[in-house]
C-alpha cells in the first residue's frame, strides 16, 4: 500500500470509530496544536530562513502568532461552534422544533503552498480540527525544509491515526488525488485550481479553492501620498510580494505618479537602509524558476525605482516601472514578486471601466480621502475584498469572510428536524465542514480612515 492510501485508510477508519468527534478530543487536540508551535517556533523560524530567507518577524507574527490567535479562538468558541441552532420556521413547522445541526465532514484533505508554508496549511487544519474532521495535510515541495519539520512534527503532537502529514510534489499530489476525500482545501494557483477541481468532481467532493490574481490599486490627488506609498509598498514588500491579496499594479495620473515615487523612495531606504540585500527584514524569491519569471517581466520596462537582482541569492529589489501599457506582460499575470507597475489613468472613472475590463481582483484597494469616490468604487466594481486606505489588513479582521481563515459564523448545513415529541429525525443531504470557510469572491468591504495605522 502506498503512504497516501496508509493515510486515508487509517483517517477514514478513525473518523467512522468517531474519535474525533466529541468536544473534548477536539479541544485536546488544538491545545495540542498551540503546544506544537510554542515549543518549536525556533525551529520554525530556522527552517523558512533555509527554505527562502524568510525574515524572523515575517514569520513569527504573520504565521505563528496568526496561527495562535486562531487556534486560540477556536478553543475559545468551540462549545458554541458545536452547538445546534433553532432556526425560524415557516407556517407548516409552527409547532415543531427545527435545529440545524454542525456536523464533520469526514476525511479532509488540505492542500498548501509555498508562499506562506505554515499559515496557509494550518489555518485551514484548525478549521478541520475544531469542526471534527480527520485530516490529510500536503504541505508544498517548494519549501522542503517547512514540509519536512511538518511531518516531524504532527504526529508527536496530534493524534497519528486521525492526522497524516504526506510531503511530495507533483506525483505524490495527484496520487493523493486518486482517492476518496469528503472536502479538499486547495491554496495556490488557479491552474492547478482546476486540477482539483475535476479530481474531486469523481467523487463530487465539496472544495475551497483560495487561488491568485491580480490586485489593483487606485490612489487619487485628495490622497495622503505619504501614507499611501507606505502601506501600497509594505503590502508588496512583505514576502517580497509573494502574497495572494499583495498590491499588483497602481492606477493614478501622471501628477499623483511622481508625489508616489517621491515618496516610496524615502520609504525604502527608511525600511531597509541603503543595501537592502543585506537587510535581515527583506526576503528572497522563493527559487530560480520564480526568479526568472519574475526577472523577465522586467526586460524593456522603464524602471523609476530600485531595479536591482542578485539571480545566486534569488534577490530582487523593490521595484516601480513606470509607463507601462495594458497590454505589456507584466499586466498579462499576477505578479507574485516586489515588482510594482504604475499605469496611468485621468481619472477614477478610467480606473473602474480598467478593472471591470479584467478579471475579478481577490482585492481592491483605493487611497482616496474622497468618500464619493471610495463609494464609487465600492458600488462600481466586484472584487473578494475592498479596502479603502490600506493594502492586505482586511485578512487580519476576522468578522469579515475569506477562504482561509475561521470566521465565527459556522454555516452549517445538516439540520435534523424533531417533530414535536416524536424521534423521527430526518438527516438533510448537505453537510458542511469546516467552520465558515467561505471562497473569497465575497464581497467585503473595509473602510480605514487616514489615521487608522
Ligand atoms: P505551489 O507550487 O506550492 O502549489 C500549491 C500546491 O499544489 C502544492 O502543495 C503543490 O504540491 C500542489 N501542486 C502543484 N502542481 C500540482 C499538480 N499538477 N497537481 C496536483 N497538485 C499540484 O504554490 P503556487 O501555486 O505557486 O502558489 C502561489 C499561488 O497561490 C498564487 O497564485 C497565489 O495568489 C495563490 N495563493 C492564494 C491564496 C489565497 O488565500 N487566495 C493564498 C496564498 C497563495
Known amino acids: 500500500m502506498s503512504k497516501a492510501e496508509v493515510a486515508v485508510n487509517t483517517a477514514r477508519n478513525s473518523f467512522k470509530n468517531g474519535t474525533t468527534k466529541p468536544y473534548e478530543f477536539r479541544l485536546q487536540q488544538l491545545k495540542a496544536l498551540l503546544k506544537l508551535i510554542e515549543e518549536n517556533s525556533k525551529e520554525l523560524v530556522e527552517e523558512a ?29 468551540l462549545k458554541e461552534w458545536m452547538k445546534p441552532r433553532k432556526v425560524t420556521k415557516p407556517l407548516p413547522f409552527i409547532l415543531d422544533k427545527v435545529f440545524v445541526y454542525p456536523e464533520p465532514y469526514g476525511v479532509v484533505l488540505i ?4 508562499n506562506y508554508p505554515f499559515m496557509l496549511l494550518f489555518s ?33 503532537y496530534l493524534d497519528p491515526n486521525c492526522y497524516h502529514v504526506i510531503t511530495g510534489g507533483i506525483p505524490e499530489t495527484t496520487q ?41 490599486v487606485y490612489v487619487d490627488n485628495t490622497a495622503d501620498v505619504e501614507l499611501a506609498a507606505g502601506r501600497i509598498l509594505w503590502g508588496k514588500c512583505v514576502n517580497s510580494g ?9 492606477l493614478c495620473t501622471k501628477e499623483v505618479e511622481q508625489k508616489l515615487l ?97 478579471e475579478k ?6 487611497f482616496s480621502n474622497d468618500k464619493k469616490i ?29 477562504g482561509a481563515k475561521i470566521n465565527k459564523y459556522l454555516p452549517v448545513r445538516p439540520h435534523i428536524m424533531e417533530h414535536k415529541g416524536k424521534t423521527s429525525k430526518k438527516k438533510s443531504l448537505g453537510s458542511f465542514l469546516l467552520p465558515n470557510k467561505v471562497p473569497n469572491k465575497v464581497g467585503v468591504a473595509v473602510i480605514r480612515s487616514q489615521s487608522a495605522k
Not at 475544531?130 to 500536503?138: E, F, H, S, T
Not at 468604487?377 to 475569506?402: A, E, Q
Open 124 to 156: 485551514p487544519f484548525i478549521g478541520a480540527i475544531a469542526a471534527g474532521n480527520c485530516a490529510v495535510l500536503k504541505p508544498s515541495e517548494i519549501t522542503p525544509n517547512m514540509a519536512y519539520l511538518t511531518e516531524k512534527l504532527i504526529p508527536k
Open 176 to 216: 493523493l488525488l486518486e482517492h476518496r476525500f469528503d472536502y479538499i482545501f486547495y491554496t495556490g494557483n488557479t491552474n492547478v485550481g482546476k486540477i482539483i477541481q475535476r479530481a474531486a468532481s469523481k467523487y463530487l467532493t465539496p472544495v475551497t479553492l483560495e487561488l491568485g490574481g491580480k490586485s489593483p
Open 49 to 77: 530562513r533555509k527554505d527562502f530567507k524568510k525574515p524572523k518577524f515575517e514569520l513569527v507574527l504573520y504565521e505563528l502568532e496568526y496561527v495562535k490567535n486562531e487556534i486560540l479562538e477556536a478553543m475559545h468558541n
Open 361 to 366: 481582483p481577490l482585492a481592491l484597494y483605493v
Open 242 to 250: 509573494q502574497s495572494c491579496i499583495a498590491p499588483d499594479y497602481i
Open 262 to 358: 517621491k515618496a516610496a523612495k524615502m520609504k525604502i531606504r527608511q525600511w531597509y537602509g541603503e543595501d537592502i540585500q543585506s537587510s535581515p527584514d527583506y526576503g528572497r524569491i522563493v527559487n530560480h524558476n520564480h526568479f526568472q519569471r519574475v526577472i523577465k517581466l522586467l526586460e524593456g520596462a522603464n524602471v523609476a525605482l530600485g531595479g536591482s537582482y542578485n539571480a545566486e541569492e534569488c534577490f530582487i529589489e523593490p521595484t516601480i516601472i513606470v509607463d507601462v501599457k495594458s497590454s505589456d506582460p507584466v499586466m498579462q499575470e499576477e505578479i507574485f514578486g516586489p515588482v510594482l507597475p504604475i499605469v496611468n489613468v485621468a481619472n477614477a472613472a478610467d480606473a473602474i471601466n480598467f478593472i471591470n475590463e479584467r
Open 374 to 402: 471610495q463609494d464609487l468604487f465600492l458600488k462600481n466594481t466586484s472584487s473578494g475584498n475592498y479596502t479603502v486606505n490600506d493594502t492586505m489588513m482586511h485578512f487580519s479582521c476576522d468578522s469579515i469572510p475569506f
Open 111 to 114: 492542500i498548501g503552498p509555498w
